[in-house]
Protein backbone atom coordinates (compact mmCIF):
# COMPACT_ATOMS: atom_id res chain seq x y z
CA UNK A 1 0.00 0.00 0.00
CA UNK A 2 1.14 3.66 -0.28
CA UNK A 3 1.18 4.00 3.45
CA UNK A 4 3.42 0.94 4.19
CA UNK A 5 6.00 2.62 0.60
CA UNK A 6 5.80 6.11 3.06
CA UNK A 7 7.07 3.92 5.86
CA UNK A 8 9.02 1.90 3.80
CA UNK A 9 8.98 -1.63 3.64
CA UNK A 10 10.51 -2.81 6.71
CA UNK A 11 8.96 0.33 8.83
CA UNK A 12 12.21 1.89 8.99
CA UNK A 13 11.01 5.21 9.71
CA UNK A 14 8.88 4.13 12.54
CA UNK A 15 11.97 2.56 13.76
CA UNK A 16 13.71 6.19 13.38
CA UNK A 17 11.29 8.40 14.82
CA UNK A 18 10.98 5.97 17.99
CA UNK A 19 14.76 5.94 17.89
CA UNK A 20 15.01 10.53 17.66
CA UNK A 21 11.91 10.30 20.10
CA UNK A 22 14.34 8.11 22.62
CA UNK A 23 17.33 10.35 21.90
CA UNK A 24 15.38 13.47 23.14
CA UNK A 25 13.82 11.82 25.98
CA UNK A 26 17.48 11.33 27.26
CA UNK A 27 18.84 14.26 26.30
CA UNK A 28 15.89 16.08 28.49
CA UNK A 29 16.53 13.80 31.59
CA UNK A 30 20.17 14.97 31.40
CA UNK A 31 19.12 18.00 31.02
CA UNK A 32 17.01 17.92 34.01
CA UNK A 33 19.59 16.64 35.69
CA UNK A 34 22.22 19.08 35.31
CA UNK A 35 19.63 21.51 36.49
CA UNK A 36 18.83 19.70 39.24
CA UNK A 37 22.91 19.32 39.93
CA UNK A 38 23.74 23.16 39.08
CA UNK A 39 21.14 23.81 41.75
CA UNK A 40 22.40 21.41 44.72
CA UNK A 41 26.06 23.38 44.31
CA UNK A 42 24.72 26.87 43.97
CA UNK A 43 22.69 25.77 47.43
CA UNK A 44 26.06 24.42 48.50
CA UNK A 45 27.76 26.98 47.91
CA UNK A 46 25.47 29.94 48.94
CA UNK A 47 25.48 28.06 52.33
CA UNK A 48 29.55 27.72 52.46
CA UNK A 49 29.85 31.40 51.26
CA UNK A 50 27.54 32.55 54.21
CA UNK A 51 29.31 30.09 57.09
CA UNK A 52 32.47 32.18 55.58
CA UNK A 53 31.16 35.37 55.79
CA UNK A 54 29.53 34.63 59.12
CA UNK A 55 33.23 33.42 60.48
CA UNK A 56 34.85 36.94 59.54
CA UNK A 57 31.76 38.96 60.32
CA UNK A 58 31.90 37.16 63.95
CA UNK A 59 35.62 37.49 64.20
CA UNK A 60 35.25 41.60 63.30
CA UNK A 61 33.04 42.03 65.85
CA UNK A 62 34.73 40.10 68.87
CA UNK A 63 37.60 38.52 67.80
CA UNK A 64 40.99 38.56 66.10
CA UNK A 65 39.92 40.59 63.37
CA UNK A 66 38.17 43.50 65.49
CA UNK A 67 40.67 45.85 64.40
CA UNK A 68 40.80 44.88 60.60
CA UNK A 69 37.85 47.62 59.91
CA UNK A 70 35.42 45.06 58.81
CA UNK A 71 32.24 46.56 57.45
CA UNK A 72 30.24 44.14 56.90
CA UNK A 73 28.65 41.83 54.11
CA UNK A 74 28.14 44.19 51.09
CA UNK A 75 24.87 42.97 51.06
CA UNK A 76 23.74 44.61 54.03
CA UNK A 77 25.44 47.88 53.76
CA UNK A 78 22.96 49.23 51.25
CA UNK A 79 19.11 48.79 50.08
CA UNK A 80 17.51 47.30 47.12
CA UNK A 81 13.86 48.71 45.94
CA UNK A 82 11.55 45.11 46.58
CA UNK A 83 10.56 45.26 43.14
CA UNK A 84 14.21 44.78 42.38
CA UNK A 85 15.71 42.00 45.20
CA UNK A 86 14.97 38.78 43.42
CA UNK A 87 16.59 39.26 40.30
CA UNK A 88 19.11 41.50 41.84
CA UNK A 89 19.93 38.85 44.39
CA UNK A 90 19.94 36.27 42.19
CA UNK A 91 22.67 38.01 39.13
CA UNK A 92 24.86 39.21 41.58
CA UNK A 93 26.77 36.62 43.68
CA UNK A 94 29.38 39.25 45.18
CA UNK A 95 26.64 40.57 47.90
CA UNK A 96 28.22 37.89 50.31
CA UNK A 97 31.52 39.59 49.63
CA UNK A 98 33.12 41.19 52.87
CA UNK A 99 33.82 45.14 53.13
CA UNK A 100 36.98 46.13 54.79
CA UNK A 101 37.96 49.61 54.96
CA UNK A 102 41.46 48.72 53.93
CA UNK A 103 43.92 46.49 51.60
CA UNK A 104 45.27 45.45 54.94
CA UNK A 105 42.54 44.66 56.65
CA UNK A 106 41.46 42.44 53.83
CA UNK A 107 44.77 40.89 53.45
CA UNK A 108 43.98 40.18 57.49
CA UNK A 109 40.83 38.44 56.82
CA UNK A 110 42.26 36.75 53.79
CA UNK A 111 45.06 35.34 56.60
CA UNK A 112 42.04 34.42 59.16
CA UNK A 113 40.46 32.48 56.46
CA UNK A 114 43.57 30.37 55.60
CA UNK A 115 44.67 30.01 59.04
CA UNK A 116 41.29 28.78 59.77
CA UNK A 117 40.86 26.80 56.91
CA UNK A 118 37.64 28.11 55.25
CA UNK A 119 36.43 29.02 51.99
CA UNK A 120 38.02 27.53 49.03
Known amino acids: STYEKQL ?5 LVK ?6 SARDAALQRLEDSKALLQRQKESSSKD ?3 VVGEVLKAARKGSLSSCGVCGRLGDLGSIDPKYDVAVSTAADMLDHVVVETAAGGQ ?4 FLRAKNLGR
Open 8 to 12: GDDGS
Open 16 to 21: KRRQAE
Open 49 to 51: AKG
Open 108 to 111: KCIE
